[in-house]
């Protein structure tokens, strides 16, 4: 490769590009399918670290604490983010259990974890280890990543008891509900940053022929 | 981050295919085994996919039975029906509008997961709704298909190579190469 520059390769359509600056608000397209790229942060460049450590401080609280109480004729029913797992665990359903077990809190909770072990070394000055490994696992972990799938599963879920029994909702299901946006906002903030190798900085022009 | 290789992955479309199709087949059980059993106060009910969204309908939950529709019936079936029209279309060196083909496998690839929707929701109230005899929600056979075809239609969405829609009706040695 003559060029010094590291290339921008469009991940729709293969076409690579030359990163140039890219100010705060500014969008990236590729010219030829017309994807976008990459985007400067409105935020900044820590906006991606920001994101992610806050989504790891939420985690705690939303695995722990009840997302519902559901009460019928005195008794109660506490329901969590891992309701659902035992849910279909308990009814024979062990793998499915699983899958739901990791789409909905441990593929989530490792992409929070991975995009830290990315950002934060970077924060710091200093490369980050595996960094090559560590993005392509992030962009393997974000595909089935579904917390915010189960926000929603929640939600109908309240909405369908509604008149079946009494429902609290508890403080887990916020900071679920918190952690969800703050996984979301990470990874977009690193998917369109890492797209080059100096994260933010970089403004794609065609590549020379 | 290194440039992908300028090839394209060989095979992807057939194996895109075949995953799209092992979902198809298993979108029939899903649809036609019951999904999920309710129990309240004695009398016992059983659901498909299709039966609970009516039923969420009865009870003027429209909001809810219109979002559950969308997730469970009408995006994996959209899904499979736009992987089909993009694996036709870049069959052989057919001329294409590229740019289009493009938006719709970024739109699938959106709207995928949304389908799992069923399968959080069936387990959530399965273990919420436990309230001895009189009260309770058991997941049913037809919950552990539709997961199967979900999964696999997402999995054929992922090995969908989309660069296939740009260079098919190129010449292999037309990939951008920097100078």
């Known amino acids: ?209 | 981050m290194k440039p992908r290789p300028p090839s394209l992955r060989s095979g992807a479309s057939a194996n895109a295919g075949a995953l799209a199709a092992a979902a198809a087949a298993m979108l029939v059980p899903a649809n036609l085994l019951p999904v999920l059993n309710t129990q309240v106060s004695g009398v016992s009910r059983t659901d498909t996919i299709f039966t609970g969204i009516v039923e969420l309908w009865r009870q003027g939950l429209w909001a809810i039975a219109l979002v559950v529709f969308l997730a469970s019936m009408l995006i994996p079936v959209l899904k499979l029906a736009g992987l089909a029209w993009l694996l036709l279309a870049t069959r052989g060196r057919a001329r294409h509008d590229a740019r289009r083909l493009t938006q719709i496998y970024l739109a699938l690839d959106f709207i995928g997961r949304w389908s799992m929707l069923d399968v959080f929701l069936v387990g959530f109230l399965a273990g919420l709704v436990r309230f001895g005899a009189l009260t309770t929600v058991e997941p049913r056979s037809g919950i552990a298909a539709f997961a199967i075809a979900v999964v696999l239609t997402i999995l054929a969405t992922k090995m969908f190579d989309p660069r296939v829609l740009w260079d098919a009706p190129a010449p292999p040695d037309a990939a951008a190469s920097p100078s």
């Open chain 1, 1 to 209: 490769m003559a060029s010094a520059d590291p290339l921008l390769t469009c991940r729709i359509c293969g076409h690579e590009h030359r990163p140039v600056p890219l100010g705060p608000g500014e969008r990236a397209h590729c010219v030829r399918c017309d994807t976008v790229l990459a985007h400067g942060s409105r935020l900044g460049p820590d906006a991606g670290l920001a994101f992610t450590l806050t989504g790891l401080l939420l985690a705690a609280p939303a695995a722990v604490l009840p997302f519902i109480t559901a009460g019928k004729l005195g008794e109660k029913q506490t329901g969590r983010v891992f309701t659902g797992v035992e849910g279909l665990w308990h009814n024979g359903m062990h793998l499915l259990a699983v899958w739901v077990l990791l789409c909905g809190a441990i593929v989530p909770a490792a992409l929070l974890t991975v995009l830290a072990g990315l950002l934060l070394p970077a924060r710091l000055g200093r490369p980050p280890l595996q960094g090559r490994l560590l993005a392509r696992a992030a962009r393997a972990l974000s595909d089935w990543a579904m917390p915010e799938v189960q926000v929603l599963a929640v939600l109908v879920a309240l909405m369908k008891l509604g008149n079946l029994v009494d429902l609290t909702i508890g403080p887990g299901f916020w900071c679920y509900c918190a952690m969800t946006l703050a996984c979301l906002l990470a990874w977009r903030s690193f998917e369109f940053q890492a797209a080059v190798e100096n994260p933010a900085r970089a403004r794609p022009e065609p590549a020379q022929p």
